[in-house]
Structures are given as C-alpha cells and as structure tokens.
C-alpha cells in the first residue's frame, strides 16, 4: 500500500488521503482436495485515511481462487473508527 500524500475534501468537513493497496497471498496447505480451502488470493482496494489514522473508510475487491470448485470472488466496504 502507498499512502498519496495529497490531501482531498469532499464538502467542507471531510478531509482525507487515498491509501491505494494490493496484496497476493499463496496458502501452502496439507489438506489440498478439501472444499472450501484456499490455494491463492489477491486483494486489491484503496483506504480513504481521515484524521490522521483515526477513522478510515475501505473498499476493496477480493479473490480467492479454491483448491475444489473454482473461485470466490469478494467486493467489501468496510469502516474503522478509534477513539
């Protein structure tokens, strides 16, 4: 992930930074003909970062290719807030 250090507003009180990511995972498993058990992902999205690190909105597309049966395809948004 890269964190774009230009800062955007959407409206006068929403202030943040895009945070693009990508992510490749291989699972090196024993249990390889068992359905429903990954062999390799990929996850590729953007954050936008708010307050420094305090609240964060995601969106994110994922794909997990299964040892039995094909593939999972995933679209996530997600919210992170700290107090």
Known sequence: SYLIPNEVSFGKSVKGKFQPFFRFQ???????????????????????????HNARIALA?????????????????GAQLQF
Do not use: W
């Not at 291989?26 to 954050?47: C, M």
């Open 61 to 77: 597309y994922q794909n997990r290719d299964l040892t039995v049966g094909g593939a999972l395809d995933t679209f996530l948004i």
């Open 26 to 52: 291989g699972y090196n498993r024993s249990e390889r003909d068992v359905a429903g058990v990954f062999s390799q992902g990929i996850d590729i999205g953007t954050h936008f970062v708010m307050n420094g």
